[in-house]
């Protein structure tokens, strides 16, 4: 129908479904949000992107933290999809990497509505921390979690189910932490979304995670067609890395006019965006991020107190 590039999907195992029909009709798969580490081997002849890292590097660094905070011995609830499965396995390495031990497991499909076994395995196992690689299932798993006896300031959480959960969640997340990939926000730009949002009567904005990828994910594909004088998707994917910067080569922009401006001259433009520099490889992931850690308060709110 005419499409050269698509922005999506959010979810990794979402993407899976229609990558490779995507790839067939020639269409770029360009997703701010895809973290599944199985996207950077697929066959997609050029065709698929990604503004966010793969979870191998979210994965390193939470299981670092784990380690780094004392804990020796953990359990993980996570759910069984292309998403949840890759974070496992990461994590998993890293933390017994570190010398610690992974003394239960349990996974459940995603539509499941009951989570009493997998609880039940966790808790038997009595471990020190419990990692959850979840979406909105924590909203259930958590209170259960708790009254099998786990204390919730020993909860990780990932960038799945970091969200802004106050009374959504019935127990108490204070001193719970998480991480989720992206940098610092500056002010100006949470407000600019903010206000686009709240223009088209919506509530004010609580989250923004993989907003700034989602806005660079447009800027590079509008580049990417501007340097290749061209809206065919295969000659747009052909620059995508060029101006990232991810040729080597290119000068610093930080805009796309800024950008746009470098192209029509005849230059080479480097966008670094709102994600950070971005600089894909030859796979189309990107070669730098940040990972933010954040820690629940007594509101069951977060806020960042690093950033890796």
């Not at 229609?18 to 950077?40: E, Y």
Request: glycine share 12%.
């Amino acid at each position: 129908a005419g499409v050269s590039a698509m922005i999506g999907a959010a979810a990794s195992g979402v993407t899976k479904l229609f990558l490779d029909s995507n790839v067939s009709a020639g269409i770029i798969t360009f997703s701010p949000a895809n973290t599944s580490p199985d996207f950077t081997t697929w066959e997609d002849d050029n065709l698929y992107w990604r503004t966010a890292p793969s979870d191998l590097l979210q994965g390193e660094v939470l299981g670092n933290l784990i380690a780094e905070d004392g804990h020796k011995n953990i359990g993980i609830l996570y759910q069984n999809d292309a998403y949840g499965t890759g974070l496992f396995g990461v994590i998993k390495e890293v933390f017994e990497s570190t010398g610690g031990t992974v003394v239960a497991e349990a996974s459940y499909n995603d539509g499941d509505s009951s989570f009493d076994a997998q609880v039940s395995t966790i808790a038997a196992a009595n471990p020190d921390a419990v990692v959850l690689i979840t979406f909105d299932q924590f909203a259930t798993i958590a209170p259960l979690l708790a009254n099998a006896g786990q204390s919730t300031e020993n909860f990780y959480l990932v960038d799945g189910n970091l969200k802004q959960w106050g009374d959504d969640v019935s127990v108490s997340l204070e001193g719970a932490k998480g991480t989720t990939p992206g940098p610092v926000l500056e002010t100006d730009f949470q407000d600019r979304l903010n206000g686009a949002w709240t223009e088209g009567g919506n509530s004010a904005l609580d989250d923004y995670s993989y907003a700034a990828e989602s806005y660079d994910a447009v800027i590079l594909l509008s580049l990417a067609s501007l340097a290749a004088g061209s809206t065919d998707a295969a000659d747009i994917a052909g620059k995508l890395q060029e101006v990232s910067g991810g040729s080597g080569e290119g000068t610093k922009c930080t805009t796309f006019a800024e950008c746009a401006d470098i192209i029509l001259g005849g230059g080479t433009a480097d966008y670094d965006g709102m994600s950070g520099p971005v600089t894909f490889d030859e796979n189309g992931d990107p070669t730098e991020a940040s990972i933010g850690i954040f820690q629940y308060k007594a509101d069951n709110t977060h806020e960042r107190i690093e950033t890796r």
